[in-house]
């Protein structure tokens, strides 16, 4: 499969990464797909909207940022890269919605992604991703994406990031989660504090990635 070459913003300057971008959007499309046959294994028909929960995030991803005049606040850059993951997930599954085949679906997102849109402001593009949202019913991968480059995240940490989040939230379900059997706070500290201790000491090139997260969560989850 031949690697695409993408633009991204760095340190107020373009710098362009050669990633085989469609095969780990297939990676993330088979992950998201499993997942939600866990939850739910007649996710496809249960018409679950998508696009209610991506404009809901949006709103949290706001609300990190900062937006409020009437007081001080500094933006939570991190709190709202994992915003932008969770709506990932969701972006993936309406893709999903759409029947096509996975390579298809694949192709179809990442000729989206390298129409980013223009605007430089963070408040008005979260905007924008909840407007059209409502409208499509998906998200808009355009606003996406320059979200992406305003924020400082490549294409490389959007795969690891959600790869990560995706396995958490499998553990979880293997766990009791749904039963609210599943134990959040381990050694002081919750599940997603350990998930980035273990995305640091793992690559998430190698074949077995996903299944390495999931291993390492079971090595140190209490039992």
Request: with cysteine; hydrophobic share 45%; proline share 1%.
């Amino acid at each position: 499969m031949t690697p695409i070459l993408c633009a991204w913003v760095k340190m107020g300057e373009f710098f362009t990464v050669e990633v085989d971008m469609q095969t780990k959007v297939m990676t993330m499309l088979t992950l998201q797909e499993s997942m939600n046959a866990r939850v739910n294994p007649e996710w496809r028909s249960a018409d679950c909207e998508w696009y209610r929960a991506i404009w809901t995030e949006c709103a949290e991803m706001l609300d990190h940022y900062g937006w409020k005049w009437w007081k001080y606040q500094e933006s939570d850059l991190e709190q709202v890269k994992l915003e932008l993951i969770d709506i990932w997930h969701f972006a993936l599954s309406a893709k999903l919605m759409a029947g096509l085949s996975l390579e298809q679906t694949a192709e179809q997102i990442v000729l989206a992604l390298e129409k980013a849109d223009e605007s430089d402001d963070v408040r008005l593009l979260i905007e924008k991703l909840a407007q059209r949202s409502l409208e499509t019913h998906e998200a808009d991968m355009g606003v996406f994406i320059r979200l992406m480059q305003l924020l400082q995240m490549d294409f490389d940490e959007l795969f690891k990031s959600y790869v990560g989040k995706n396995v958490l939230n499998v553990f979880r379900q293997d766990h009791g989660y749904k039963q609210g059997d599943y134990i959040k706070v381990w050694q002081g500290r919750e599940d997603n504090e350990h998930l980035v201790d273990i995305l640091t000491r793992l690559d998430a090139n190698a074949d077995e990635f996903a299944a390495g997260v999931y291993q390492a969560l079971e090595a140190v989850y209490p039992v």
